[in-house]
């Protein structure tokens, strides 16, 4: 029996707000004991984590002297290195502070964007002090309670403008990060602009650098769209933009929960490694996820660890689904290949449409049957562990 531990290959990495979560929910306050990044890199470190990630502010105080800073650095360096951590991903915490109570990029004030572009500067400095290669861009205050209040196609050309003068600031800077922007549809705004991941593929384009940039979708923020999150990051692998990815769990029609992996919708989170597996993705596994509120400080390693578990168990159960020799069956029965009309359909010439238009092409002898319910329950059945 496999043991399922966690493998530096699988790259599983947590925020410090995650396993830092102290328990704290818009109806009541802290519950666990806030604990230092250095305790931080210490329990990741003993779970088995393979890196950390931080805004700017999870690591250095907003209000820090630049002597505090420079300590906190230090000590966090040496955690790290203890713990054999490694920073992959640093991003700005543009949403915390009061200044960002109306949005930073797409701010209506000019001062506002000026600060958030400085703030984010600064904080991509401290990011490559660690190594990181990856910056996300999670835009929590981007957005409206009412469309009085701000022009949506102003918003999108300011947030353009800001990346592309921080792509400038990147090539500048030599720091070589790939950007990764994470949509969500709202929280803590009533409307947040680049609601899904696929408002950020369609808008990379535009920008001046597209090459650099990428997304980074989360499970629960496609899930409070109500879609299907391996579909999302479908599109974005195809497209080659998956550049980090969010992962925890959430029931469809809630907040934001960012529970633990697989806790809420397995069959999802077995499709969702399946396609990461199957596709080779070679970033980090990011949790963005926290224990719940009831948790004490032992559970949160539990949560940490059930985090790596269930994604290292769904993982051996893609492995079997792809050699389960009847579900390699079916697959085969249901995919119908003709490699005469593939042909005709692969590239278009008058002569090629012509053929398929005079193809004799019967619709009620296409109406097969399919083994579907067939598939899916031994689909299911790799699932719950009996196959
Ligand atoms: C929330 O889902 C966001 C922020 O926690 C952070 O900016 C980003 C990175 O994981 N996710
Ligand atoms: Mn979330
Ligand atoms: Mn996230």
Known sequence: MPNYDPEPKMKFTFGLWTVGNPGADPFGGVVRERISPVQIANLLGE???YGVNFHDNDL???????????????????????????????????????????????????KVRAYALQKTMRAMDLGAEFGAKIYVFWGGREGVESDATKNPVEAIKRFRAAINFLCEYNINKGYNYKFAFEAKPNEPRGHMYFAVTGSYLAFIPSLDHPEMCGVNPEVAHEHMAGLNFVHQVAAALEAKKLFHIDLNDQEFGRFD????????????????????????????????????????????????????????????????WNTDKEIQALIKEINVDDSELSKLSKKFSASNAKKLLDAPLDRVALNIGLPYEKLDQLTMEVIMGVR
């Open 47 to 49: 779970v088995g984590a």
């Open 60 to 110: 250095v105080p907003i209000d820090a002297t630049p002597a505090q800073r420079d300590q906190i650095v230090k000590d966090f360096k040496k955690a790290l290195k203890d713990n054999h951590l490694v920073v992959p991903m640093a991003t700005t915490n543009l949403f915390s502070d009061a200044a960002f109570k109306d949005g930073a990029f797409t701010s209506n004030n000019a």
């Open 257 to 320: 929960q960012d529970y633990r992996f697989g806790s809420a919708n397995l069959k999802h989170a077995f499709f969702l490694v399946k396609l990461l597996e199957d596709y080779g993705y070679n970033g980090s596994r990011h949790f963005d996820a926290h224990a719940y509120r009831q948790s004490g400080s032992e559970d949160v390693k539990s949560f940490a660890r059930g985090c790596m578990r269930t994604y290292m168990i769904l993982k051996e159960k893609a492995a079997r």
